[in-house]
């Protein structure tokens, strides 16, 4: 059953565990550490994570999307925002400790195994059959036939939120 | 240990744990842009217990692939918005966290 650790799988099984503990260092690193900037740095550790665990889930498309949207795009925004709002770090640290994070390891420890109780327990039924492969050239037909709406709607979201960002980091500019 | 990446279990419990640090972080964060990078680990876990569905039980494994697109699409708006709405508070409020902030409670 278990295949040996220097077989194809065994060593697919070592890379995959590996993901799993960048993924959560990174979760750890991105919630856990004082300053912003490296909790950004974490959120991008677990981004890698996330988009490995994405390519063992037979999708390596998402997975270059997940390095490219979140690591190349969102974690730089955030971190040009940390650079223009200049967080007072030394302020930030002493308001940590406290009352906050006894009731924050509760309320994540909860969600988390409530999640994971029903993860396992529940009785998940295999599919009978499986219409297409999931590949990319599959996943462009349907966004184009049976998701063509969404994908249209997706565009005028991102459009508003493009114009919207603008308008309000541009607000009250002028007059300081 | 080496099979677990071919288990909808594995998945689905790396899912539930990067929700709890999402929920975690943000109960935790006295700051605005920390609170956000909490809620990117929430979208994240999110998606990652729709591709491993999408993977192990969907008939169609197009599905999620396409709504896993569409979150990393909301995710990327709203960090735009949220952010904007930061600087725009920091220029008034020349502070990003949340106790200073009570003013806005309305």
């Known amino acids: 059953m278990n295949p040996s650790l220097f077989s194809p799988e ?8 590996i993901l799993i503990c960048v ?9 856990c550490t004082k300053r912003l900037i490296r909790s950004v740095s974490g959120l ?23 390095l490219l949207i979140y690591v190349g ?26 009352l906050s994070g006894g009731l924050a390891v509760v309320c994540g420890g909860a969600v988390s195994f409530a999640l994971g ?16 492969d999931g590949s990319l050239k599959m996943i462009g037909a349907s966004l184009l036939t049976k998701y063509s709406m969404v994908f249209e709607l997706i565009s005028i979201v991102l ?13 009250g500019r002028r007059g300081n | 240990m080496l099979t677990l990446s071919t288990q909808l279990n594995t998945y689905l419990i790396i899912g539930a744990i990067l929700f709890g640090f999402g929920i975690f972080g943000l109960v935790r964060r006295p700051s605005l842009i920390g ?12 998606s990652i217990n729709f591709m491993a569905f999408n993977h192990f039980l969907a008939p169609d494994p197009t599905v999620g692939q396409i709504i896993t697109l569409f979150i990393m699409a909301i995710a990327a708006a709203e960090a735009a918005i949220s952010l904007s709405i930061v600087i725009a508070v920091y220029r008034n409020y020349k502070s990003i966290e949340v106790e200073d902030l009570v003013e806005l409670n309305g």
Not at chain 1, 83 to 95: G, H, I, N, S, T
Not at chain 1, 159 to 171: E, K
Request: hydrophobic letters at 65%.
């Open chain 1, 10 to 17: 065994g060593l697919a099984g070592v890379i995959f565990l």
């Open chain 2, 35 to 46: 609170m956000l990078i909490a809620v990117e680990l929430v979208l994240s876990g999110a």
């Open chain 1, 44 to 66: 991008a550790v677990c981004f890698l994570g996330v988009a490995g665990l994405y390519y063992f889930l037979n999708s390596p498309f998402v997975a270059m999307m997940e």
């Open chain 1, 159 to 171: 459009l508003a939120a493009i114009i919207g960002s603008v308008a309000l980091a541009r607000a």
């Open chain 1, 23 to 31: 993924t959560m260092i990174g979760a750890i690193i991105a919630t």
């Open chain 1, 117 to 132: 109780y029903a993860a396992v327990n529940g009785h998940w039924m295999a599919p009978a059959t499986q219409v297409n």
């Open chain 1, 73 to 98: 795009a969102v974690c730089v925004t955030i971190a040009f925002a940390i650079m223009l709002a200049e967080p007072d770090e030394a302020k930030l640290a002493r308001k940590m400790s406290g």
